[in-house]
C-alpha cells in the first residue's frame, strides 16, 4: 500500500504519512476497500460536524439527563425528549434535516441500482451494499432491505441512539463539568480540555531518541500505548488505519484525564475513542462534538492546535473541504 508524505510547516516534525483512504475521495491516489479498511467517514458525518460547527455551544440546561435514546422514534412524539420541556439544541436541528436531505439525495441510487454511472457518486459503503443485494436471486427485494436499513439509520439510529446519546448530562455535558457559564464556548471549554499537536511512536522505540533527533520537546513525544485508547477491551490503534509511526497527529485531551488521538481518515479526522470505534453506525462522539463546538467559534475547519509540536495542517483538518463549501443548512425548527 502506498502512503501519501505530508510535512509540517515545521521542518523539525516527522512527516505524516497517510493511506490511499485517508486522501479526499476526488485524489488520483484514493483507496477505500468497504470490507477491509475501517468504516469511512461518510458524507453525513462531515455535515453534521458542520451543523453543530453552525449551530453553535450547547447550554448546559439542554442536555439530557436520564433519557434513554433507544427509545427515540421519529414518527412517536412521544418519545422525544425536548418536547415542552427544553430547548432542542440547534445543532441538532440542523443534523437532523441534514439527514432528511439525505435521504431524498440518496433515492436515485436505489431506482439506478444496476447503473454503475450513477452509483459511481454513491457514499462507498451504500455503493457496496447495492451492488451486493443487485446480486441477490430477488434483487428488487433485497435493494429495498438496504433502503430501509440506510433511511433506518438517518431517521432514528443517528439522531436518537448517537446524537441524543451524547447530548446528555452524563456525556458531553462530563466534558463541560468545570466550565464556567451556562453556555460554555471555546474558551472555555479550551480552559479544561486541549487539542494537542504530538508525536505517536511504537513501543520499540525510545521517546527521547525521537525528540532528541527532531530536536522537539520530549513532553509532547509519546508511545501511543500510554493513551486512552490503546487501553480499552478492543482497542485501536493508528496501524489499524495504515498511519505508519511514528506520526505527528493531533490528541485531544480531556478534563476527565483521557487522552484520544485523532485519526486522519476519509478526508477529515476521526476520534480513536472506544464509543465511536466500536459501533460504526455511529457518525459523532462527545468528543467530536466538543470539536465541532471549538471549531465552530473559530469559524474554521481546522480543529486549533492548543499547545504541543506544528502537526501538519492535515492532521487538523476536521471537515472534508469540498462538502464544507457544498453544504446548506437545512431548516431547524423540525423535530421536537
Known sequence: MSCRTIHSADGSVPHLAL?????????????????????????????????????????????????????????????????????????LDYAEASCDVRIREEKKFYEHADDDTVLVDAPAYLAARIREASEQSDPHEAVREVRKDREKWYQ????????????????????????????????????????VGMVLVDDDTNPDAIAREHDIDSVYVLQESVLSHANTDEPVALADYGIELPAPVLVGEYDSGSQYPFIPWGDALTCSCPYKQSAPFRVMCKHELLASIVCGDHDSIFVPLTRGIHVPHRARRFVSPEIAVSHQLGPAGGRP
Open 19 to 91: 493511506p490511499p483512504g485517508a486522501l479526499a475521495h476526488i485524489d488520483r491516489d484514493y483507496d477505500y476497500e468497504v470490507d477491509h479498511d475501517p468504516p469511512n467517514v461518510e458524507p453525513i458525518e462531515h455535515q453534521i460536524r458542520l451543523d453543530f460547527m453552525r449551530g453553535g455551544p450547547v447550554r448546559r440546561d439542554q442536555l439530557l439527563g436520564n433519557y434513554n435514546p433507544w427509545s427515540y422514534k421519529a414518527e412517536t412524539p412521544a418519545t422525544h425528549p425536548w418536547r415542552g420541556i427544553k430547548q432542542k439544541p440547534r445543532g
Open 156 to 195: 432514528e439510529l443517528i439522531p436518537g441512539a448517537n446524537l441524543r446519546q451524547i447530548l446528555k448530562e452524563s456525556s458531553y455535558g462530563s466534558l463541560i463539568e468545570k466550565c464556567i457559564g451556562p453556555t460554555p464556548d471555546a474558551n472555555h471549554l479550551l480552559e479544561y480540555n486541549a487539542f
